[in-house]
């Protein structure tokens, strides 16, 4: 017997880095799942990769924003005709913003705010009729910048933090039924450093070396960034039955990183 046997998983920003390693680990583990991101063409290659490995039935893949309410709203109606339930949410869906306060406009801001809360807040709210039925579970993908703020990224931090806040409320309010936890990312290789690898002004520095001075820079103590399928681990840990007495709590996903206690 598989964790996830019977079980649906729904996945935002599941085409690539953790939310895809999410959704292929949640597929391994008997769930059938439902994922989301905004490009679809990505989304299709994705659906079809998991669709040939896992069976056809076990996968719904819709182009969705995440900060569009309707759409999410859709979205879980169509989970709730297909599947008839949704066990866990995973809101993974979101980027970080590289800015000072200096940089920082008001715009800026509240875009980044607007990211990191509704995030959140959108897709709870669509699924949390299926959530309640199901007795089931919320993981949220967050960042050790809620707890540990760095001043280069100084309004995705603060968006970070606001979001624990949040969760930590909603595990009341939703307890008994939901539980609600988050995994706390520190550096995952995933797209958003593929994307910052890929600008670097050296060119001629490999991706081992790369990654390797950027983990000798920060300090991480396991000496390396950490893979999309170990952060995957935490999420579907946590949102599985063997997590059944846990809420309003956070998982480090970070090589060690963290230094407050
Ligand atoms: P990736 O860029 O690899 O993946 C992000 C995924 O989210 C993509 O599928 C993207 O697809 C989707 N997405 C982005 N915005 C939206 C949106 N508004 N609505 C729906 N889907 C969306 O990044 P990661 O795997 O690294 O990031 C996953 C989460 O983890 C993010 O929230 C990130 O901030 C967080 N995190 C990551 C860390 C890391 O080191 N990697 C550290 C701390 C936190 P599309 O663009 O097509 O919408």
């Not at 799942?33 to 905004?38: E, F, L, M, Y």
């Not at 990505?42 to 076990?58: K, Y």
């Not at 980044?112 to 809360?117: A, C, G, P």
């Amino acid at each position: 017997m598989k964790p996830y046997d019977g079980q649906v998983a729904v996945v935002t920003g599941a085409s690539s880095g953790i939310g895809l390693a999410t959704a292929r680990l949640l597929l391994e583990q008997g769930a059938r799942v439902a994922i989301c991101a905004r490009g679809e063409g990505r989304l299709l290659e994705v659906a079809a990769v998991m669709r040939r490995d896992h069976g056809e039935g076990r996968v719904l893949a819709r182009a969705v924003n995440v900060l569009d309410p309707a759409a999410v709203g859709a979205f879980a109606a169509e989970v709730g005709a297909e599947y008839g339930r949704c066990d866990l949410l995973v809101n993974n869906a979101g980027q970080g913003r590289v800015s000072t306060f200096a940089d920082t406009s008001d715009a800026d801001w509240r875009a980044e705010v607007d990211l990191k809360l509704f995030s959140q807040i959108h897709p709870v709210r669509a699924f949390l009729p299926l959530l309640k039925g199901a007795q089931g579970a919320l993981v949220a993908g967050n960042s050790l910048l809620a707890y540990q703020p760095q001043p280069h990224m100084v309004c995705t931090s603060s968006a970070r933090a606001a979001v624990q806040n949040l969760l930590k409320s909603l595990s009341v309010e939703l307890a008994p039924e939901v539980r609600v936890n988050s995994v706390l990312m520190g550096l995952i290789g995933s797209g958003q450093w593929t994307r910052r690898f890929a600008e670097r002004p050296d060119k001629s520095v490999s991706r081992e070396d790369w990654y390797a001075d950027l983990a000798r820079r920060k300090g991480i103590p396991l000496g390396r960034l950490g893979d999309p399928a170990e952060a995957a681990a935490a999420i579907a840990f946590l949102g599985s039955r063997a997590a059944s007495y846990i809420t309003g709590a956070q998982l480090e996903v970070s090589g060690g990183l963290s230094r407050h206690i």
